[in-house]
């Protein structure tokens, strides 16, 4: 039996880095594009993100939670380049990008793929490292291998030889975009250059990928058990087509099964919720949670990430030693050693974000980094002093000796 699907999105990601010298001017960029608005977020009408993530969490990601209606009031007021000045000063800034006009692709006239992009998010904080987030849907079907096929080819349709019309048969159909370099040229103009992001070996070319799904409750129920669909689960948790023959090894994989019909999976290219409509919450309640309160705990672990090489190349370039040291003890009080959300599964699923990105690994390499240098800025400040006490020592010697030499006179 052919799987078919109730509901489903993607989010593709892609993550980069401004300058931080420049990231003021980039917020102001933002600020001037009409297609930008700003995201406030407030507790009346985001309750869900503002009870899910701890308060040290909610005040670096979601400031705005902060800023009484006179605050916002006067901040929408300021001109652009003060307002820059001030957001650049929190620790992210989230904007919603508004396309005209639908985006729309299939893979050919009779049986193509047709999708379209509701909603773009620019997640940025204020080290220079963002994320492009851009919300796909796919339409007028509902064949679970259709939403196999789109996420293994959009996700790379940002490489360098990739060809909209050509490439995997999907090309888009609507004035917006129409061929891949059109799209490309989107990114690249909210994104700006790649130099930094190519500094700390983030995979340009490549989306990461944040899909929910939820299969008709016939593909899987307690008559017909997930063992029945597991192949198709497998292909969905590493972003493969649908007719891919690969086996994967359970180490290559975390998954969070609490739930009867439903199963969150983490790889390093990506996150899945895969479930059944046999329960009415994974196609009311779950696809809002996890395209909100889920997505933002990973972009936070892909932050963490990021941040952590950032601080791991200045330590091994020598650089800015001393502002580097001090922005590495920030992060560590603000955000390491504190938790990010107290809900359950909120928490087991940013631990195993942590093991999948390996982020516990680049911390303590950091961290030696840091304590190799702070030895030897300890080292080189104790030389410093003992030569300076030596030329006292000596100073005060001849001195002395001069005034003896004064008294036999």
């Not at 605050?71 to 820059?84: F, N, S």
């Not at 800015?320 to 938790?339: H, Y």
Request: glycine share 2%; net charge positive.
């Amino acid at each position: 039996m052919e799987l078919k699907t109730k509901y489903q999105y993607t989010y593709f990601i892609y993550p980069y880095v401004v300058k931080e010298s420049r990231y003021t001017k980039y917020l102001l960029k933002l600020l001037k594009d009409e297609n930008c608005k700003l995201r406030i977020f407030k507790k009346d009408k985001d309750l869900d993100i503002y009870s899910y993530f701890s308060h040290r969490a909610r005040d670096y990601m979601f400031n705005s939670f902060n800023l009484s209606k006179t605050k916002l009031a006067k901040l929408e007021e300021l001109p652009l380049d003060t307002k820059a000045a001030i957001l650049a000063k929190n620790g992210c800034t989230i904007f919603e990008y508004t396309i005209k006009k639908d985006i729309q692709g299939s893979t050919s006239e009779k049986s193509g793929i047709f999708f379209k992009i509701p909603k773009i998010e620019i997640i940025c904080f204020n080290t220079g490292i963002c994320f492009l987030c851009i919300k796909t849907n796919i339409e007028d079907s509902n064949r679970f291998s259709d939403l196999l096929n789109f996420n293994y080819k959009f996700r790379d349709i940002n490489q360098e030889y990739s060809n909209m019309n050509n490439y995997d048969n999907i090309r888009v159909q609507t004035d917006c975009f129409s061929d891949v370099k059109y799209f490309k040229e989107f990114i690249q103009n909210l994104t700006g250059s790649n130099v930094e992001s190519m500094k700390l070996d983030i995979d340009t070319e490549r989306f990461l990928t944040y899909s929910y799904v939820c299969i008709d409750q016939e593909n899987w129920n307690n008559n017909n058990e997930f063992e029945k669909i597991r192949d198709s689960y497998i292909k969905f948790l590493n972003i493969l087509s649908s007719d891919n023959s690969i086996n994967f090894s359970r180490e290559e994989m975390k998954v969070i099964s609490k739930w009867k019909y439903a199963k969150l999976g983490l790889t390093k290219q990506g996150v899945t919720l895969f479930s059944s409509s046999c329960d009415i919450n994974n196609y009311t309640i779950f696809p809002q949670e996890f395209q909100e309160q889920y997505l933002y705990t990973y972009i936070l672990a892909l932050y963490t990430k990021i941040y952590l090489k950032k601080i791991n190349l200045e330590f091994r370039e020598g650089t800015n030693i001393k502002k580097t040291r001090k922005e590495f003890i920030k992060f560590t009080q603000t955000l390491w050693i504190n938790e990010v959300t107290s809900e359950d599964t909120g928490s087991l699923f940013y631990q195993y974000l942590k093991e999948v990105l390996e982020i516990n690994n680049i911390y303590f390499d950091t961290k030696n980094k840091y304590d190799i240098l702070y030895k030897e800025l300890n080292i080189e400040k104790n030389s410093k002093t003992n030569v300076l006490i030596v030329i006292l020592l000596l100073l005060a010697l001849v001195f002395n000796m001069l005034n003896i030499g004064f008294f036999f006179d």
